[in-house]
């Protein structure tokens, strides 16, 4: 799940995930007021979404880019969506299980889905529980390029009393089944199709990744590679047509592209849009902005499978001289909040945590006391290993690069030398059977956003059991006693005492830091001020789609 001051996020109320700051009558999240006067470039009911992120597939079983989920949230099939308050509301589920409505057992090892009558699919093929069934044992199946399967390996057997009700058993108690388990947001797997993928021995190379059938108020109609993709008016969607005719998601170079084309009207919306371009955006006179608190968080991952980071010493120093708080006001322009915990201040689950300072002296004096000594070139040498690292970026991110430079930078006064690599969005964040940069660990560190799960957990990204190609546990880092934290959140249904081993497992990260976290960063989308009736949520903010138009 994806994606301010803390001043302006506690002023939400932090049991308040998700208020946001758009205000009525055309006036931004940034309080400038946009122009109530048409744009001559506005085309009527048609959404013209720009990003600079591409893709490799269609199908999100495959994939984990950010601009995937969000043509998924308006094509996919979805047991739960989240509302404006970022709180799971049901889709193709009747209701939302809960052990107050019998929906969760008494234990918590029994999940019982309830689904809707009458629906269809995008083809208009009746959708039934055989697709759910289906769908899940997609997921369990080892031929299967899954992103990962935490969560849904719990899951020991599959009940399906009638055509309308699916029942999942579990090994253990799984307080994150809601966002796992075909939900929106993150890098989750939507609902498949039975009738037209049944009968493969596997998903991987299926003719649907590229034109995916599904049950949302829009429906893709091409999918033409490395440019956009088409969709229209899901003329089968159970709630009924959306006021939208049509939607164009345009796959942008870069991010100046991107910011271009919303100046030229080329595009009406730009989501998630980079930090730098911020103060940009809001300049524009024919724009609005929508700025409020996510779930996205920054971060720099060590390799720990690079024989330096298995040094304590050297991951202390290296967060030493990471000025965060620097960072997060001349890269990310204050959208954001220079962090230790990845948990954001809307979360239930919050807990602050004291940020370790930028101190160059400390970190030297780390690295002096524990051997490293400087080279002739500057570089610190210990037992033949070098602090030369290399860093791996996604290519056409400028704000990513600036943050890059202001690390390089500093490191480079403590003895570190860092090198930069730059990938193509889709190649960065293929899976590891594509050979993709992350999931393969063709990196000693690297800089990106996790959108995290609303309740918590963390387990994904941290789990022993979810190093690549098993999950997305890129840091390749296992430690038992974050694994036993790690399983107590998951366990936990009830939210006052699951906010409390959140931060045990938040401790533990900022004790052994296998990964520098950055900052959590606001949600900005900047768009046509002639889009009306957009209130995108801080999950997945495509969820709530059927009365916006332009």
């Not at 045990?504 to 296998?514: F, G, M, R, S």
Request: hydrophobic fraction near 40%.
């Amino acid at each position: 799940m994806r994606r301010r001051a803390l001043a302006a996020a506690l002023a939400c109320g932090v049991l308040a995930a998700g208020c946001t700051k758009v205000e009525p009558s055309g006036t931004t999240a940034a309080g400038t007021s946009a122009s109530s006067a048409p744009n001559a470039f506005t085309i009527p009911h048609t959404l013209r979404i720009g990003d600079n992120q591409d893709i490799t597939t269609l199908n999100t079983h495959l994939g984990t880019a950010l601009s995937l989920s969000n043509i998924a949230s308006l094509t996919a099939a979805w047991l739960l969506k989240s509302d404006i308050h970022n709180s799971p509301v049901p889709e193709l589920a009747t209701e939302v299980p809960s052990q107050a409505n019998g929906g969760i057992s008494n234990d918590g090892l029994t999940i019982t889905w309830h689904l809707r009558h009458g629906v269809k699919w995008s083809d208009g093929a009746p959708f039934d529980a055989d697709d759910v069934v289906f769908s899940t044992n997609a997921v369990l199946n080892t031929a299967n390029n899954e992103v990962g399967r935490d969560g849904f390996d719990l899951i020991t057997k599959i009940d399906e009393p009638d055509k309308y009700t699916v029942i999942f058993h579990l090994r253990k108690k799984f307080a994150s089944f809601w966002p796992t388990f075909f939900a929106t947001g993150g890098a989750n797997p939507s609902i498949l199709p039975k009738h037209l993928l049944g009968k493969l021995p596997n998903i991987n190379n299926a003719p649907y990744n590229a034109l995916p059938v599904g049950i949302g108020p829009f429906r893709i109609t091409k999918w033409i590679r490395d440019d956009r993709v088409e969709m229209e008016a899901n003329p089968y969607y159970f709630r009924g047509l959306p006021k939208l005719q049509h939607v164009v998601y345009h796959f942008l170079p870069d991010r100046n592209t991107v910011l271009t084309q919303l100046q030229t009207g080329e595009i009406d919306l730009w989501p998630n849009l980079g930090v730098g371009y911020v103060d940009r955006v809001k300049a524009i006179p024919t724009a609005s902005v929508a700025e409020f608190p996510g779930f996205l968080y920054g971060h720099l991952d060590f390799n720990m499978q690079h024989p330096v980071f298995a040094d304590l010493a050297v991951r202390r120093a290296l967060r030493f001289a990471v000025d965060r708080v620097t960072i997060n006001q001349k890269v990310n322009h204050g959208a954001g909040i220079a962090s230790a915990t990845p948990i954001t201040p809307v979360s239930p689950e919050y807990t602050p945590l004291a940020l370790e300072p930028f101190d160059l002296a400390r970190a030297n004096a780390l690295l002096d006391g524990d051997g490293w000594k400087r080279g002739a070139d500057g570089v610190r040498v210990k037992g033949g290993q070098r602090l030369a690292l290399v860093l791996a970026a996604q290519s056409g991110n400028a704000d990513g690069d600036a943050l890059i430079d202001e690390v390089r930078r500093t490191w480079a006064q403590i003895g570190v030398s860092l090198e930069v690599r730059h990938y193509a969005p889709a190649l960065f964040f293929a899976l590891a059977e594509q050979r993709g940069i992350i999931y393969s660990g063709k990196f000693d560190v690297v800089f990106f956003f996790w959108g995290l799960d609303p309740t918590g957990d963390l387990s994904n990204f941290l789990a022993c059991a979810n190093i690549p190609p098993n999950g997305q546990n890129d840091d390749r880092y296992c430690n038992p006693e974050l694994d036993l934290a790690l399983r107590g959140v998951l366990e936990t249904y009830d939210p006052v005492a699951r906010r409390a081993k959140v931060a045990t497992v938040v401790h533990l990260l900022d004790e052994q830091i296998p990964q520098i976290v950055m900052s959590v960063r606001d949600n900005v989308h900047a768009y046509n001020h002639d889009l009306k009736n957009f209130h995108p949520n801080a999950i997945a903010p495509f969820d709530q789609m059927m009365d916006v138009d332009i």
